[in-house]
């Protein structure tokens, strides 16, 4: 019977991305957010989260991998941080402290490799989840909205949209002024850092007016996720997003847009992906634990 079975716990270093996959799609099955990712699309996400198998643990049922968490490691404000990128437990599985002991077996790997402080995301409607992080010290640093929408659904008001402004692909960014655009800083995900690992999958463009940049946007082209867009503070409310929307929409090869970690506390976004009817979804915590 699978629920007497000694659970082994061991590092991810050995597991092939075939594995991985197979456990990552049962353990999500019953997600509240669908997660139904092909092996190919599986270790795109990986490896732009900054993936690391030598800091990921695994829970094995004999040679069966039914649980894990999955570790990015890299900067974050300016100290070395790992990333929950993915915990997961095949649901047979669940209720037997197999959590608690993947999330113990992680942190001595992480202080070796001296990371500072432990950074994830947890879906705020995931309670279990939530009281586990909470009880091991991690605290709230931010919660964000999240916003999926078909792009057959989405409307844009033609009135908003503003000609004087050309866009344009920006091939080399300058990320130090694209990000003195940002009202809030980028989840992790979204991160520049992130956004370099698999730069070539993206289109960025640029809201002109002129040889002046005043907006940007950034999709991930077989997704349709937006993980970035921002417009200069002296150049908002003159219909620029509208535009850079608009523009970015027709690089996506997915049926929807996906607009994911939207800091909740910056009303004016959510005020915008309304008026475009982009659908909110279930919104997340922002958690970190300094090791």
């Given amino acids: 019977m699978k629920n007497s079975t000694p659970i082994g716990i061991r590092e991810l270093h050995n597991a092939g991305i075939k594995v991985i996959h197979g456990a990552s799609i049962k353990a999500y099955e019953d997600y509240p957010v669908p997660v139904s990712l092909s092996v190919p699309e599986l270790s795109y996400m990986l490896e732009r989260r900054g993936y690391d198998s030598t800091i990921s643990i695994g829970a094995f049922d004999k040679d069966d991998l039914v649980g894990f968490i999955f570790n990015g490691i890299g900067a974050w404000n300016r100290k070395l941080t790992a990333y929950d990128t993915g915990t997961g437990l095949i649901k047979e599985y669940r209720r037997r402290g197999i959590a608690t002991k993947l999330f113990d077996a992680s942190l001595p790997l992480l202080r070796q490799r001296n990371v500072k402080q432990y950074l994830l995301e947890v879906l705020q409607t995931n309670k279990a989840a939530y009281d586990l992080y909470c009880k091991k010290g991690f605290r709230v640093t931010r919660k964000f909205d999240c916003f999926i929408s078909p792009i057959a659904d989405i409307r844009i008001d033609e009135g908003k949209l503003n000609d004087k402004f050309h866009i344009q692909t920006i091939e080399k960014p300058d990320w130090e002024l ?21 730069i070539k999958s993206l289109t960025i463009l640029g809201a002109y007016e002129n040889a002046n940049l005043t907006g940007y946007g950034i999709i991930e082209n077989h997704t ?31 049926d929807e847009v996906r607009i994911i ?5 910056y009303e004016p976004f959510r005020l915008f992906a309304e008026s475009i009817n982009i659908a909110q979804g279930l919104g997340q915590y922002e958690m970190l634990l300094e090791l």
């Fill in 178 to 198: 694209l990000s003195s655009f940002w009202e809030f800083s980028p989840s992790w995900q979204n991160s520049i850092d992130s956004l370099k690992r698999k």
């Fill in 261 to 265: 970690n939207a800091s909740s506390d």
């Fill in 224 to 254: 349709g996720d937006i993980p970035q867009i921002g417009i200069r503070e002296s150049c908002r409310r003159n219909g620029i997003a509208t535009n850079l929307l608009k523009k970015l929409l027709e690089y996506s090869l997915s």
